[in-house]
């Protein structure tokens, strides 16, 4: 059986694509068992996915004591091989407290924690313009397998009670709409008047607000076809609000990747960060599009031709 502990901490997108890559590592190492060292507000979500057999919790904010405590509790292991994919002095510093026969870093690493790795892997060949996501598909080749992504990514099933608005209800499957971001500027703020278009041109159509952060939609649309989880979507039930929609569309968020990463159809809104770098992945699936703010502005893109480019997207499915 070979250890490996996969140290990603933190964003929700970013714990996406790693999940990803220990999935393809699953689907091709044999006798792989995969450790994980998150965030406790992402927890869940790695706790839920079939790829993870352990998960290692890092109270970020319980200060040293809680990081001595998180490192206390590696060192417990002998791993045969840590992956260091955030690439900060923090993830370095844990890095460097675990027993390890290998330990493996990015060669993009920031604040000096490049000093504790024994291995750094290389970029892509587009280099620092790769996307995100294939930048941590390198990490595949330190155990033989290849840089790419195999096998379906999968989520242990939950029930929940706001799941069955999705399954139970008329008029097909909902488009999921999650309408905040963690960044301000990557924040769009036309999703009511976009809600408002595609409800008004099908009274069957259901549209489903969701997110970390409590949106209020002002009573404004009709209980049969509209529900709001916003400040009530929960980590664990993600994946499988994500997996009942018949579009997601959505900022550039975590969701927008977990979107991707599980074959859902996705309209991610970007402003200011580069698509090709960020975006759903793989850029070039028909299931993946990408609405971009004149220069990256989010202010100045209107409801109306996300609508129209939605409208002409949608057209392809039918």
């Not at 844990?94 to 604040?111: F, Y």
């Not at 000093?115 to 290389?122: H, L, Q, R, S």
């Not at 971001?181 to 008047?193: I, V």
């Amino acid at each position: 059986m070979t250890e490996l502990l996969i140290i990603k901490p933190s964003s929700l997108g970013d714990i996406v694509h790693g999940l990803q890559v220990a999935t393809s590592l699953k689907a091709q190492v044999a006798h792989l068992r995969i450790s994980w060292v998150v965030r406790e507000i992402f927890a869940p979500i790695v706790r839920a996915c079939e790829a993870i057999d352990r998960v290692y919790v890092f109270e970020r904010n319980a200060g040293a004591k809680g990081f001595l405590r998180l490192t206390k509790e590696l060192r417990k292991t002998n791993f045969d091989c840590v992956f260091d994919m955030q690439g900060l002095l923090r993830t370095g510093l844990m890095t460097s407290r675990t027993h390890a026969a290998k330990k493996v870093g990015r060669s993009d690493a920031r604040e000096f924690s490049g000093v504790f790795y024994d291995e750094k892997v290389p970029l892509p060949p587009e280099g620092k313009r790769s996307h995100a996501l294939e930048i941590l598909l390198q990490f595949c080749a330190v155990l033989g397998a290849k840089p790419e992504l195999r096998g379906a990514l999968k989520f242990r099933e939950v029930d929940s009670l706001h799941l069955r608005f999705a399954d139970t209800r008329g008029g097909g499957k909902p488009i999921v709409m999650f309408v905040d971001s963690r960044r301000a500027e990557k924040c769009w703020g036309g999703f009511k008047q976009l809600t408002e278009l595609i409800l008004r041109e099908d009274k069957n159509r259901k549209v489903v607000w969701a997110g970390s952060s409590y949106v209020h939609d002002r009573g404004a649309f009709p209980p049969a076809q509209f529900f709001n989880l916003t400040g009530n979507t929960s980590l664990v039930s993600l994946p499988a609000l994500v997996k009942r929609a018949d579009w997601v569309i959505a900022n550039d968020s975590g969701p927008m990747h977990l979107a991707a990463a599980l074959g859902v159809r996705v309209l991610g809104i970007f402003g200011p960060t580069d698509p090709r770098l960020f975006g759903p992945y793989p850029l070039n699936a028909p299931t993946n599009v990408v609405v971009q703010a004149p220069v990256g502005d989010l202010r100045l893109l209107s409801a109306k031709e996300v609508y129209s480019r939605f409208q002409r997207v949608r057209a392809r499915f039918k």
